[in-house]
């Protein structure tokens, strides 16, 4: 295998790790997970929870240290507005009208894990 298939390999693994992670702290903390990595022609969502009747769509970022910031600053405006147009589609698709919506991240930084409501 090439060394950068390897490399892909390896960081969706520990993509799916971090994720796996978000999702039970998420649960522990009484929220409902309502999808995970849900994707649509605009982009993808790692996890979108409810919670007392909020719908939460969650970005999850992973770091091992602080070398090159906290996980959360990787969430640039770009990346913000392709959430939030995927988002847009997936309370479409479901046809329900949600009176709130959040934008979470939960980043994981090493042992620590860290939700941020309302990122973005």
Avoid: C
């Amino acid at each position: 295998m090439p060394v950068f298939e390897h490399s892909k390999r390896l960081n969706k693994i520990k993509g799916n790790l971090g994720e796996e992670l978000a999702s039970n702290f998420l649960k522990k903390n009484k929220y409902k997970i309502l999808e995970r990595n849900y994707s649509n022609k605009i982009g993808e969502i790692d996890i979108i929870a409810e919670k007392n009747g909020v719908i939460v769509f969650v970005e999850v970022k992973e770091r091992e240290t602080l070398t090159f910031g906290r996980p959360v600053e990787a969430v640039d405006e770009r990346k913000q507005n392709k959430i939030r147009r995927t988002a847009e589609v997936y309370l479409m698709s479901k046809r329900k009208n949600w009176v709130d919506v959040r934008f979470d991240v939960v980043e994981i930084l090493g042992d620590e894990i860290n939700q941020i409501e309302n990122a973005f």
